[in-house]
C-alpha cells in the first residue's frame, strides 16, 4: 500500500484535475476479482488494431459512452470486437482526467486487447484525492453493467489499475466479494494487475480473483516510486499472487527519478526524463509505444 509520506509526494507531482463527467456514486460499489500471471514481452504481443480485429471496426470509430447511467468518471465502449466478448477495466491514477483514460485503454486495445479478444472498455478517470478518500468513482455502475455480460465466451475481465487508480480498482474488488455480484458471476474470472499504485483491496477480494499481480518497473538501478509497496503486497496475498518487475532499460529516464520510471508502466518513453507528466504519458503514444509487458501469454 502507498505510504502516507509516497501519496504527499505524489499529489506534489500530478499537475491534472479530475473530470467531472457523469454521476457521483460513491457508496454501494462492489469489487471484481481475477489476475494473471506475468511475464512475456511486448513485442510477442502488440498487432496492429486492423490485424488485431479480423475486419471488425476501428476502436476509434465507436464513440464512448457516458453519464450518469455509466458512472461518475467512467466512460464505456462496447468494440464489437469479433475475436471474443472478455472485458477489460482500465483506472487511470490521481491526476488523470477521463479523455486521457480513455487514449491509455485505446491504445492498450489496440497494442494486446484486440488480439486477445477483449470486446467490452471501460476507462476510468484517476481519483480526486491521491488516497481516493472521496470514493467518487462510480464502481456500482460498473459492476452492475459487467454482471449482465458475464457469460461463457467471457473468458476473463482484465482490470489494470495504476498508481492511485489501485485504490479505486481495487474498491471495485471488494464490492465484489461483499455483495455486488450477488450470483458470483465474476469469481475467478478477473485477472488484476496492481501498477506500481497503492489499495486496500481484502484477502477475500484477491481470493476470488484468477490471479493478481503487482507490477513494478525499473530503469538500472532506479526503481518505480511504489516499488517497497508492491513486493510487500505480492508478499502478503502470496496464495493468488505475483510480483513483476518491469525492465524499462530504454525509458530515457534520467538516474534516480523513481516517478518518471513509475510512469513507465503507462508509456515506455515518459516524455519528462526528470519526473511524470501524466497528461502527456497517458495521452501521446507516438513513437512512445504503451507498456503491454505485464500481460500474460494467456489470459484464459
Not at 35 to 48: H, K
Not at 91 to 106: C, F, R, S
Amino acid at each position: 500500500m502507498i505510504t502516507s509520506a509516497a501519496l504527499v509526494a505524489l499529489s506534489a507531482s500530478f499537475a491534472c484535475g479530475g473530470d467531472s463527467t457523469g454521476a457521483s456514486d460513491a457508496s454501494a460499489d462492489a469489487p471484481l476479482a481475477d489476475a494473471g500471471n506475468a511475464g512475456d514481452s511486448a513485442d510477442a504481443l502488440a498487432e496492429s488494431s486492423a490485424d488485431a480485429t479480423q475486419g471488425g471496426p476501428d476502436i476509434d470509430s465507436i464513440e464512448w459512452s457516458t453519464g450518469a447511467s455509466i458512472g461518475f468518471g467512467v466512460a464505456f465502449k462496447d468494440t464489437l470486437n469479433p475475436l471474443g466478448d472478455s472485458a477489460f477495466i482500465a483506472y487511470g491514477g490521481y491526476g488523470v482526467d477521463l479523455i486521457p483514460a480513455e487514449l491509455w485503454a485505446t491504445a492498450l486495445y489496440r497494442a494486446t486487447l484486440a488480439s486477445r479478444g477483449v470486446r467490452y472498455v471501460w476507462a476510468v478517470q484517476g481519483p480526486a484525492q491521491a488516497d481516493y478518500s472521496g470514493k467518487e468513482i462510480g464502481n456500482s455502475k460498473i459492476a452492475a453493467a459487467l454482471i449482465p455480460l458475464v457469460s461463457p465466451s467471457m473468458h476473463f475481465v482484465a482490470i489494470a489499475a495504476h498508481s492511485s487508480g489501485a485504490f479505486v480498482g481495487e474498491e471495485l474488488l471488494n464490492q465484489l466479494a461483499s455483495g455486488a455480484d450477488p450470483t458470483n458471476a465474476t469469481n475467478k474470472l478477473i485477472v488484476y494487475f496492481g501498477l506500481d499504485g497503492g489499495g486496500d483491496a481484502t484477502k477475500a477480494a484477491i481470493d476470488r480473483l484468477r490471479s493478481a499481480t503487482f507490477v513494478t518497473s525499473h530503469d538500472g538501478a532506479t526503481h518505480s516510486a511504489n516499488y517497497d509497496a508492491m513486493v510487500t503486497l505480492a508478499a502478503d496475498f502470496s496464495e493468488n499472487a505475483t510480483f513483476f518487475d518491469n525492465d524499462a532499460t530504454s525509458s530515457g529516464c534520467d538516474p534516480g527519478a523513481d516517478w518518471c520510471v513509475h510512469m513507465t508502466l503507462i508509456n515506455t518513453r515518459p516524455h519528462d526524463p526528470t519526473t511524470l507528466d501524466v497528461l502527456a504519458d497517458y495521452s501521446d503514444f507516438a513513437g512512445r509505444p504503451v507498456c503491454t509487458t505485464y500481460f500474460p501469454s494467456s489470459l484464459h
